[in-house]
């Protein structure tokens, strides 16, 4: 797994610590994963005097691309291990509830983090996530490459474990407890209309969450949410249409028909592929006639809304139009 160094709001622009986070070659006293023993650590007993105790609703949270910012800013008390999983994988799934049950026998000295990969393209892209599930850990915000697919209880509990000493490492030392009466933190409120996207997602009604994204940009053309909300409901809309296979042979068997080539272009950004469906549209664009510029061009900012202005390589994609556009 590779981690993209620009993420989406509250990660974008942080340091990527994949050289502190991979693991050492194992030794033959040592676990897969180069942490001593197959165990983790017991929880301890009572919170070292001096230790920070984050109150957390629960030490499973879920986040989305609207919310991730909440838990980078809980990743600089507390270490973070986030999980990528899709409602369609039934082993991610189960793998999502693994890790609930092994984080919480960690006392708190981690948290876990669910994204719903088939709900948060912007996240997927900004992990790179290539398969579901994708594990990654945050430390102060800034992400940790761990593993991709199963893998055996003892194992994970050796990277959760280099993960906790990791983020003792750079100053994150504090406990989450989980409280009734504690509340999980949340963002900006939404407005009316963009909480009538969001329950239009939730019930699949992507046509009246883009009604209402539209909406709320008409009422405040600055409203960024609202504005790559538009762009991320427009692509699972077309992704709805069609299987994976009808698209990529259309899309093979016409290399520069501009709708086959749109559609592979958004399983690509689905997917993680960024660079590609940048490229893909780029490249049909000189010899593009008027009216499919205007459509690819149109894609190419949208696509720009869902990955993040801030990302280089929507810097450099965002470049490349402008040098075909004059």
């Given at each position: ?19 502190l986070?991979?693991?050492a ?36 949270l ?16 507390v ?6 999983w ?25 948290v876990l983090a ?19 599930p ?12 761990m593993?991709?697919g199963?893998?055996p209880?003892a194992?994970i ?19 989450a ?28 009604d ?36 069609g ?6 042979r ?21 997917g ?6 940048f490229a ?25 809304d ?21």
């Open positions: 797994m590779t981690v993209n160094e620009s993420i989406p709001a509250g990660l974008r622009g942080a340091a990527d610590l994949s050289s986070g991979r693991p070659p194992a030794a033959p006293a040592q676990s897969a994963f180069g942490v001593p023993g197959e165990q983790a650590p017991a929880a301890p007993a009572q919170v070292p005097a001096g230790t920070e105790v984050v109150q957390v609703a629960s030490l499973v879920t986040a989305t691309d609207a919310t991730v910012s909440v838990v980078a800013e809980l990743s600089a008390k270490p973070v291990a986030l999980l990528i899709s409602p369609r994988s039934p082993e991610s799934d189960a793998m999502r509830v693994r890790l609930g049950t092994l984080v919480e026998a960690f006392g708190g000295r981690l669910t994204v719903d990969g088939d709900a948060n393209p912007q996240l997927v892209g900004a992990f790179q996530a290539q398969a579901v994708t594990v990654a850990g945050l430390i102060g915000g800034r992400p940790v490459p593993f991709e199963d893998q209880d194992q509990q050796a990277v959760f474990a280099q993960l906790i000493e990791l983020a003792g490492q750079n100053g994150v030392t504090g406990i407890q989980a409280t009734d009466a504690a509340v999980e933190p949340q963002p900006e409120p939404l407005t009316k209309q963009q909480q009538a996207a969001y329950d239009a997602i939730e019930a699949g992507f046509p009246a969450a883009i009604v209402a994204y539209s909406e709320a940009l008409e009422l405040n053309p600055r409203d960024e949410l609202s504005r790559a909300g538009l762009s991320q409901v427009r692509l699972l809309e077309r992704l709805s249409h299987t994976l296979d009808e698209i990529r259309a899309a093979a068997e016409g290399p520069t028909d501009v709708t086959a080539q749109l559609a592979v272009a958004d399983l690509d950004l689905s993680g592929h960024i660079e590609d469906a893909r549209l780029l490249e049909l664009f000189p010899a593009a006639s008027a009216e499919d510029r205007g459509r690819l061009r149109e894609r190419l900012v949208e696509y720009f869902v990955v993040g202005a801030e990302d280089p390589r929507v810097r450099t994609a965002r470049r490349a139009l402008s040098d075909l556009l004059f």
